[in-house]
């Protein structure tokens, strides 16, 4: 979630693709995994189109697990792999990458917490020291703690807590809909929680989940699958491995019975709405059909909720949303979430109007299908995403430890656009009859004040 860090990862990021076979047009990923003796797995994508590398560590930890009365814990920890190692204070890391010309950052997700770089591929060697150097231990001080603390809180009060709608699509929308407390907290965290992390809460983490065995290293660019291995062996390899906790169960069934509150917002201009189903597990046979019909509905501005109810209706002044919005995509997540949307509509129109305009869209689709260009335009679309988000080495490396980490299995990444294709409109009806239904939806009403009635919460 450093998003201060995100917008310098798009420049100069752009490289060509490999070279395809020429008899189809097909472009298959070169892909080659090693797991460690300590169950460190590393990655590897061979391309030398660039003399560059990209680099993603990632760790199978996020918000799902972190403790209990620690909301935002997962993010806190974020922050604090950068503030430095005994034996690589503060600045090191920015020194070494940045100095070289390459770039950094960190994410926070449900399912796991990534580390990603880009840089000179002379860069790699010291890249990947620094990497194994913050897993062996970090600078476990009261003061880095304290510093970090007070950087989330800030985060929290400028992107929720002073900007109109606050994330309540995400935060609240998961709060309503999902049951257990590892899906339904906000990730993002309390004041509270986050005041009361200790020094002690932050070690147990490290020694927990930031080891070799819950760990993929991703490497995409200019380096052979050999170097890469040996690199890894040399750097992670004597760092030992420790007995992971038994991942809970998070599991959820669909909901059975609608769900709904009302809010008010004192930063609103014009109402809003955050609407949630339940969506198939990672992996199920009605994951690909329901991204490739999340496409459909609300993918982009040919989407049939904005051509309906943005353009044709006129019901709302925007939409947007997805599976696994807005924190993901339908690709990456390992543990129940939701088609999430997030609409500003009308004032003189009303939720009940804007709810009846959707179910009109999603039953067009439920009970005929989709035809055979609409559906062509939007895998087309789909594939173009998914190759683009493998084009520049630091995207191919994180997708490739990301599907490593949650999937198992990163040649996903080429199976990803087979599975796309095979999609067929009965399918699309499938998924949308079972999943996109009044019993499984929840949904919030957020009101500018002077507009809003009596709050009423109904769960």
Known sequence: MRASRLSVLVAGLCLAFAAQAADTDTWKLPVAVKKLDNGLTVVVSEDHSSPTVGISMVYHVGMRLEPQNRTGFAHLFEHLMFEGTPDAPKGTFERVIQGGGGVFNGSTRADYT????????????????????????????????????????????????????????????????????????????????????????????????????????????????????????????????????????????????????????????????????????????????????????????????????????????????????????????????????????????????????????????????????????????MLSDWYGGLESFLGRADTLAKLQTLWGDANVANRMPGWIEAVNSDDIKRVARAYLTDANRSVIVRRPVAAAPAAKTAK
């Open 114 to 381: 990534n580390y990603i770089a880009s840089a000179p591929s002379s860069a790699l060697a010291p890249i990947l020291w620094l990497e194994a150097d913050r897993m062996k231990s970090l600078d476990f001080s009261a003061k880095n703690l304290a510093n970090q603390q007070n950087v989330v809180k800030e985060e929290i009060r400028v992107n929720v807590k002073n900007q109109p709608y606050g994330l309540f699509f995400w935060t609240d929308l998961n709060r309503l809909a999902l049951d257990k407390w590892a899906n339904n907290h906000d990730g993002y965290g309390s004041f509270k929680d986050l005041d009361h992390a200790s020094i002690t809460d932050v070690k147990t983490f490290h020694d927990t989940f930031y080891q070799p065995a819950n760990a993929v290293l991703g490497i995409a660019g200019d380096v052979t699958p050999e170097q890469a291995f040996a690199l890894a062996q040399k750097y992670f390899g004597s760092l030992p491995a420790r007995t992971l906790p038994p991942r809970p169960d998070v599991s959820e069934p669909l909901n059975t019975k609608p769900r709904h509150e009302e809010q008010t917002d004192a930063l609103a201009k014009v109402p809003a709405l955050a609407i949630g189903w339940k969506m198939p597990a990672r992996g199920s046979k009605d994951q690909i059909p329901m991204m490739v019909l999340s496409q459909l509905l609300v993918g982009d501005d040919a989407s049939r909720f904005y051509q309906g109810l943005v353009k044709g209706r006129e019901l709302l002044l925007n939409i947007q949303g997805g599976v696994n919005f807005p924190l993901g995509d339908g690709s990456d997540y390992a543990g129940p979430t939701l088609l999430g949307l997030f609409a500003l509509y009308k004032p003189n129109a009303t939720p009940d109007q804007v709810l009846a305009a959707i179910d009109e869209e999603i039953g067009k689709v439920a009970s005929d299908g989709v035809d055979d260009a609409t559906l062509a335009r939007v895998k087309t679309k």
